[in-house]
């Protein structure tokens, strides 16, 4: 079988403890391998797997295949960062007894994706610490929307009932203070529920999925070449990143790889994406504690890079550059010049924005000790990205998984143990500095050859995961192919989805004026964890 | 304190003059879609190839009407790759009063082959109909006018209360550019304001979705008359991508009653500039 050198151990490791359980073992590709077993051996499993290993789980999703294998599957996909492969455990749950024990207790992490499974799938968590709906709000009727016998066109009967039940907080002098889902400022929806004594936060409930768009239904709805923009739509500020993991999924569902040409231009386009918008949060966050004057010269240097972009791509956002087996457009001399001149011209005053910040005492007094997410705490999350790395956990797909061109880079990764706001800043500098080398990097490697090439017709009955380390973490695409070039299911995994409920750990004991800030620090995407 | 100064000292004035001067756009940038109506041979491969529906077909009786919708249209420039009758200009100003303003049509005579020939009606839609900016008035300058005019109606300035109803957070990101120092907004007198209360636009952009519905209705309840709505991006006018299904109710439209639709995915911060000025003169007709 084609598995790793780094796997096999662990694999083998795996066969033996659970002797006779594991049903079938396939590895379609040599980081990626799957293993089938019975539903009840999933807590033993995924407990020897993190335990033995310091295997995380990174998605845990359904598939409802009731129609080929007479069964809903559950998927845990595991990410061993050492052995730079995954290993995703597949089990079936009957669909006369739609039910499945959580690991939130064990992986208080999962317990949204669990419950999302619950409420779009229909199956029904049995041992979870919070089983209200989540990915639905409460105000929806009984549906199920990711089963194959639910329209995607299904018109829903209007709203009744309570939108959400929230946990009361009581006690002397504890009032509540619920803010959204229609924000003061330009950013998307949710609300957020402090319940406050005094200032300091005793407690923040977060509801969210008010831009719940049926995106993942509606992938399997589009045929595949429409699927890469829907996949641009995810979440805007990562276009570039989450068309490129869905991509990236295609294209090892089909077997084939990019041209090199092509993977280092998206490399550049993802160091470009990861750019502008490090360069946007650290202007934002500035503005949060009331220096404008560097939010507008972050703003300026953005809007330097959004128009690079639009040169390069033709877009700003980068759309539109992406599809299935390289890039759309290649880049002439000119235009790759142009890019050589954004990163002489942006580094020097980048470095002199931030030295204003530096220089600041009002402002680093507001950064520091702000929000801080302990690295503990952070672990047992499974927080990602810009975040994990603020608290102390060292990890990078580039580094780790590389794709794209990232296997001929050599990356370094800040890596804070401190987690608060102004380290979720720092790692942002850190990595646009680094981003500017990168760029400079590529443009001076960039192999010749063609951008692209054809796919065809995915095989049916593939399945394949995709991911792409954006700027704002870890990105996931997990996809199983059908007939006549149509996905059966597409399961995105945004970094947000995973970081939410840190937020809500990251600002207990903080006074609500700091929340904007310590939000913004995260910077999680709305449409990203709704879809 | 003196870095500061001196920083800001050292970079000087970065805002544009926009609309006074024509928006600085790269010739690579893909606006609006242009077709040659009259040599169109045949609409099918560039229907097909659109993500959003943006260019489709209706056949009846030996005749086709082909129809390019602004609307939904994400600029994605697929349909140029596959029909050379499809150019993309870099025109991003296309913003209009009425949603029929932003779709063009044009019957044709199928042949049997499935292709079709010879343009019975010409496209509904002349691109001198399109509303934009003359940017060609005399001595005034049309951003001086929109200011008289603001400050007409609204005693020097408009609030604008943006809501995301649905979208992905790209027009987001474009609308928080309108108030970076090169576009700066507020140099209309324009200001994006904290409280649908103390708002005279609202700035909706996503297609709706069911969660989001009751929210956009009450934040509208809650201005005060007169009131204007912009509808922004592809999914802002028509739904884009995601249509309507089951968690989502389409474009603006749908829920709120809309004067002014800002087409784009997103709209670059120069359309969003246009479309808002241009709600502002429809303001003066109310």
């Not at chain 1, 089990?91 to 669990?114: C, H, M, R, T």
């Not at chain 1, 240097?301 to 992406?322: Q, S």
Request: charged share 20%.
């Amino acid at each position: 079988m084609n598995i790793s050198t780094e796997l096999l151990p662990i694999l083998t490791g795996l066969q033996k403890r659970f002797r006779g359980r594991i049903e079938a073992v396939h590895s379609p590709r040599a980081n990626e391998i799957y293993v089938h077993a019975k539903l009840d051996l999933v807590a033993g499993f995924t407990a020897h797997l993190c335990r033995k290993w310091q295997a995380r789980l990174v998605s845990l999703f359904a598939d409802d295949a009731r129609e080929t294998e007479a069964a809903f599957h559950l998927y845990h996909v595991f990410a061993l960062d050492a052995a730079h492969g995954f290993i995703i455990l597949r089990v079936p749950v009957p669909p006369d007894k739609p039910e499945f024990a959580s690991l939130a207790n064990a992986i208080p992490g999962v317990n949204w994706q669990e419950r999302e499974v619950q409420d779009l799938f229909g199956l029904k968590l049995i041992g979870h610490p919070n089983p209200r709906r989540c990915a639905l709000h409460d105000d929806w009727p009984e549906v199920h929307p990711l089963r194959k016998d639910f329209d995607l066109r299904t018109q829903l009967p209007p709203f009744e009932g309570e939108r959400h039940k929230f946990i009361p907080v009581e006690g002397e002098g504890v009032f509540q203070v619920p803010v959204g889902p229609v924000h003061a400022g330009i950013i998307e929806p949710g609300h957020f529920l402090f319940s406050v004594a005094g200032e300091p936060v005793l407690y923040l409930q977060l509801r969210l999925f008010y831009v719940h768009k049926g995106t993942e239904k509606l992938f399997e709805n589009l045929p595949v070449q429409h699927c890469v923009r829907l996949a641009e739509s995810i979440s805007g500020d990562s276009s570039f990143a989450h068309a490129t993991a869905f991509c990236h999924a295609v294209e090892r569902a089909a077997n084939v790889d990019t041209p090199p040409r092509a993977k280092f231009l998206r490399s550049i386009c993802l160091e470009l994406e990861r750019l502008y918008n490090h360069i946007g949060d650290i202007g934002a966050i500035c503005t949060d504690v009331a220096f404008a004057t560097v939010n507008m010269h972050c703003m300026r240097l953005k809007e330097r890079v959004l128009r690079v972009n639009e040169l390069l791509t033709g877009n700003r956002l980068l759309r539109g550059m992406a599809c299935p087996g390289g890039v759309r457009f290649d880049f002439d001399a000119d235009q790759l010049k142009a890019l050589s001149q954004l990163v002489v011209e942006l580094r020097p005053d980048f470095d002199s924005v931030v030295a204003l910040i530096e220089n600041s005492s009002s402002t680093l007094d507001r950064l520091q000790n702000t929000g801080v997410l302990k690295p503990k705490v952070a672990l047992d999350l499974g927080v990602v990205g810009i975040a994990g790395r603020a608290s102390g956990f060292d990890h990078d797909l580039r580094r780790d998984f590389p794709h794209a061109a990232y296997d001929q880079l050599k990356i370094a990764v800040p890596v804070y143990q401190t987690g608060d706001v102004q380290h979720r800043m720092q790692v942002r500098i850190d990595e646009v500095r680094e981003s500017f080398s990168l760029i400079e990097q590529l443009v001076a490697k960039l192999p010749g050859g063609p951008v692209r090439m054809e796919i065809g017709e995915l095989p049916a009955g593939a399945t394949a995961l995709g991911y792409v380390e954006g700027w704002r973490g870890e990105i996931f695409h997990w996809i199983r192919t059908a007939p006549g070039n149509r996905l059966a299911r597409c399961k995105v995994k945004d970094p947000s989805l995973q970081n939410w409920p840190a937020l809500s750990e990251a600002i207990l004991g903080n006074i609500v004026p700091d929340f904007p800030v310590v939000n913004k620090s995260f910077n999680l995407s709305y449409s990203g964890t709704d879809r | 304190m003196f870095g500061v100064l001196g920083k800001s000292l050292s970079t000087g004035v970065v805002t544009e003059n926009y609309p006074e001067t024509p928006p600085a756009i790269s010739a690579r940038a893909r606006g609006k879609p242009e077709i040659d109506w009259a040599n169109w041979k045949d609409a099918r491969p560039a229907a097909a190839i659109c993500p959003t529906g943006a260019i489709s077909h209706q056949d009846t009786n030996g005749q086709r009407v082909a129809k390019l919708d602004l609307a939904s249209c994400i600029f994605c420039g697929l349909c140029a790759e596959v029909d050379k009758t499809i150019r993309m200009t870099n025109i991003c100003e296309c913003a209009a009063r009425r949603r029929e303003e932003l779709s063009a049509s044009a019957s044709y005579s199928l042949k049997s082959d499935g292709s079709h020939e010879k343009m019975i009606s010409p496209p509904a839609l002349q691109p001198s109909n399109h509303p934009t900016l003359q940017r060609n008035e005399p001595l005034e300058t049309l951003g001086r006018q929109i200011q008289e005019r603001a400050n007409k109606m609204f005693g020097r300035s408009l609030h604008i209360r943006e809501v995301d109803a649905g979208s992905c957070n790209g027009c987001e990101m474009e609308i928080v550019n309108l108030n970076s120092p090169v576009y700066d907004i507020e140099r209309f007198g324009i200001h994006f304001v904290a409280s649908p209360r103390h708002a005279d636009m609202l700035l909706v952009t996503g297609p709706v979705t069911r969660n989001m519905e009751l929210a956009l209705r009450k934040t509208y309840d809650a201005m005060p008359a007169p009131r204007l709505v912009v509808a922004v991006g592809a999914c802002g006018c028509s739904g884009g991508i995601f249509g309507v299904n089951y968690a989502t109710r389409g474009g603006v439209d749908s829920v709120i009653p809309v004067d002014i639709y800002i087409p784009g995915c997103p709209p670059n911060p120069h359309a969003l500039l246009h479309g808002v000025l241009l709600a502002m003169r429809r303001m003066q007709k109310k």
